[in-house]
């Protein structure tokens, strides 16, 4: 079973007690939209989860924009929600993905095997007629939630500089192609991308109605890329990253790591290298 599942997949399981849903809706530039939209309607049963609050820690001189949280409060939070090892969690947002996809991230690096990403969001099971409520959160009794970290799911700054100076590793930049290019950048004070990576935007992974893509059309999507490899993938901050990494993993690939300061911690170095263009 792959890491994306169908609307209709979370509908039959709604009420399972060992499934439990969390909203990881976020919009960029208004922190507190996604938390507004939560207390207007979500799916029944789920939990909230924010971005900045919740999926990422304290942003600092290196690190990025959002630095990964400290596993142990991570930890403790998942755990007053409800949630142990042992659950299944699917997490949606209404985002395409890309902040359910953080989440997904980090229960995987933090050794969960049961997490998925349901496809198509929020909006998506509105208009499907399925079950929303604006009722209060749901209370759940506490568990213990205990991590098995998996270092292997994460590159370091070092290991982007070995990368970008040897090829010892595969580089995807996760953004559109302006901010790839140069051309344009609006968020981060540097335009450009890391030497020698090459750009998957995030977004291509979905169709023009906004579903993941099929498994084969994945596969041409990164058929370039080798499996004999480190991929290290990054985007702006380590989120957007997080759809690639997904969808690598899905296909196959064996050593798939997030850069997960990406490149507004890679410009937080000034020594570093920067290119522009398509190469």
Request: with cysteine; glycine share 8%; charged share 30%.
């Given at each position: 079973?792959?890491?994306?599942?169908?609307?209709?997949?979370?509908?039959?399981?709604?009420?399972?007690?060992?499934?439990?849903?969390?909203?990881?809706?976020?919009?960029?530039?208004?922190?507190?939209?996604?938390?507004?939209?939560?207390?207007?309607?979500?799916?029944?049963?789920?939990?909230?989860?924010?971005?900045?609050?919740?999926?990422?820690?304290?942003?600092?001189?290196?690190?990025?924009?959002?630095?990964?949280?400290?596993?142990?409060?991570?930890?403790?939070?998942?755990?007053?929600?409800?949630?142990?090892?042992?659950?299944?969690?699917?997490?949606?947002?209404?985002?395409?993905?890309?902040?359910?996809?953080?989440?997904?991230?980090?229960?995987?690096?933090?050794?969960?095997?049961?997490?998925?990403?349901?496809?198509?969001?929020?909006?998506?099971?509105?208009?499907?007629?399925?079950?929303?409520?604006?009722?209060?959160?749901?209370?759940?009794?506490p568990k213990t939630y205990v991590p098995d970290v998996r270092p292997e799911l994460l590159a370091d700054v070092e290991a982007v500089r070995r990368a970008a100076s040897t090829g010892d590793s595969v580089l995807v930049d996760s953004r559109e192609?302006?901010?790839?290019?140069?051309?344009?950048?609006?968020?981060?004070?540097?335009?450009?991308?890391?030497?020698?990576?090459?750009?998957?935007?995030?977004?291509?992974?979905?169709?023009?109605?906004?579903?993941?893509?099929?498994?084969?059309?994945?596969?041409?999507?990164?058929?370039?890329?080798?499996?004999?490899?480190?991929?290290?993938?990054?985007?702006?901050?380590?989120?957007?990253?997080?759809?690639?990494?997904?969808?690598?993993?899905?296909?196959?690939?064996?050593?798939?790591?997030?850069?997960?300061?990406?490149?507004?911690?890679?410009?937080s170095y000034p020594e570093h290298p920067v290119a522009r263009g398509d190469q």
């Amino acid at each position: 079973m792959g890491s994306i599942v169908s609307m209709r997949w979370v509908l039959a399981r709604l009420y399972e007690p060992d499934l439990t849903i969390v909203d990881c809706r976020f919009v960029p530039g208004d922190p507190e939209a996604g938390r507004r939209s939560y207390e207007e309607s979500y799916i029944p049963g789920a939990i909230y989860m924010d971005l900045e609050r919740d999926l990422s820690g304290p942003v600092g001189k290196h690190g990025g924009r959002h630095p990964l949280p400290d596993v142990a409060e991570l930890a403790a939070k998942l755990g007053r929600a409800g949630i142990d090892r042992s659950m299944r969690v699917v997490a949606y947002d209404d985002q395409g993905g890309a902040m359910a996809a953080r989440f997904w991230w980090l229960l995987r690096y933090m050794g969960h095997e049961r997490v998925y990403v349901m496809d198509e969001g929020f909006s998506a099971w509105k208009r499907a007629g399925f079950p929303v409520t604006n009722a209060a959160p749901p209370i759940r009794v506490p568990k213990t939630y205990v991590p098995d970290v998996r270092p292997e799911l994460l590159a370091d700054v070092e290991a982007v500089r070995r990368a970008a100076s040897t090829g010892d590793s595969v580089l995807v930049d996760s953004r559109e192609p302006a901010r790839y290019r140069g051309d344009a950048e609006p968020i981060d004070r540097a335009a450009g991308h890391i030497p020698g990576a090459v750009n998957r935007f995030w977004k291509e992974n979905l169709d023009e109605a906004g579903r993941w893509r099929s498994p084969e059309e994945l596969a041409a999507r990164f058929r370039d890329l080798p499996r004999d490899k480190p991929i290290i993938v990054y985007c702006g901050s380590g989120v957007t990253a997080c759809p690639n990494v997904l969808a690598l993993t899905d296909l196959g690939f064996r050593d798939v790591k997030l850069y997960a300061g990406s490149w507004s911690d890679w410009i937080s170095y000034p020594e570093h290298p920067v290119a522009r263009g398509d190469q």
